[in-house]
């Protein structure tokens, strides 16, 4: 693959994802959240669904603001939440169930590991990074290689991302990829700490502390997986 050194700063503004992603994308977006991680372990400890009233006395036990907590609950978190699946919520009566997401039920062991364990990120700052296919598949694709050129790590996650080999893929669909690596995703992960990359030689690379994130990275990429 070849590119130019001027990239136009609209590369990644609607990047294509896998339907099979999106929920996962949006299940990160939520979880990223602590306030939103304790929402849904109390939910899921309820047999019944619980009056928003109640998430507020649970996380004011933390905060005291109830007003503000309100209105986050109302115009982020719940939303979120719901819109991964994760809960079902009626503004209008005011009252959350639990989801029953097997996807997220498989996480909670492997989130609940990584908490009690000493890590180079924050837990934060790890769902934050998985919730975006590319970036998931990026770090995936560099835990099996280590290190490639900005180029192939491309190639790799335009044919996870498309489910075609790269011959049956448009040249400018790769670029696409490609430059929304090379704008957003990359840079994200080495702001990190993930990822070494020389733009000079157009070349990542995991660093340590990458590769030792790999068993929590690729069991909450893959949390269903056998």
């Not at 609209?10 to 602590?34: G, Y």
């Not at 995936?140 to 011959?167: C, K, Q, W």
Request: charge should be negative; hydrophobic fraction near 40%.
């Amino acid at each position: 693959m070849t590119t130019t050194d001027s990239c136009p700063d609209t590369a990644d503004a609607n990047p294509h994802s896998p339907e099979r992603a999106v929920p996962l994308d949006a299940t990160f977006d939520a979880l990223e959240n602590e306030d939103c991680r304790v929402l849904l372990w109390h939910l899921a400890e309820s047999d019944d669904a619980l009056v928003v009233d109640d998430l507020v006395d649970r996380l004011a036990e933390t905060e005291t603001d109830e007003e503000r907590l309100r209105a986050r609950l109302h115009h982020s978190h719940l939303p979120k939440l719901a819109d991964a699946g994760l809960v079902a919520y009626d503004a209008e009566r005011e009252l959350v169930a639990y989801g029953e997401d097997a996807r997220f039920e498989a996480m909670v062991p492997i989130i609940e590991s990584f908490e009690q364990t000493d890590h180079p990120i924050s837990l934060d700052s790890l769902l934050g990074l998985l919730a975006d296919f590319r970036r998931r598949e990026a770090l995936v694709t560099l835990l099996n290689h280590e290190d490639l050129s900005l180029p192939d790590l491309a190639d790799e996650v335009t044919i996870a991302e498309r489910g075609e080999p790269l011959t049956r893929i448009d040249a400018d669909d790769v670029l696409q990829v490609y430059l929304s690596l090379y704008h957003t995703h990359v840079p994200k992960l080495a702001r990190a700490g993930l990822v070494d990359y020389d733009q000079d030689d157009d070349y990542v690379a995991l660093t340590d502390a990458g590769l030792a994130l790999e068993s929590p990275i690729r069991a909450l990429c893959d949390p269903t997986d056998d």
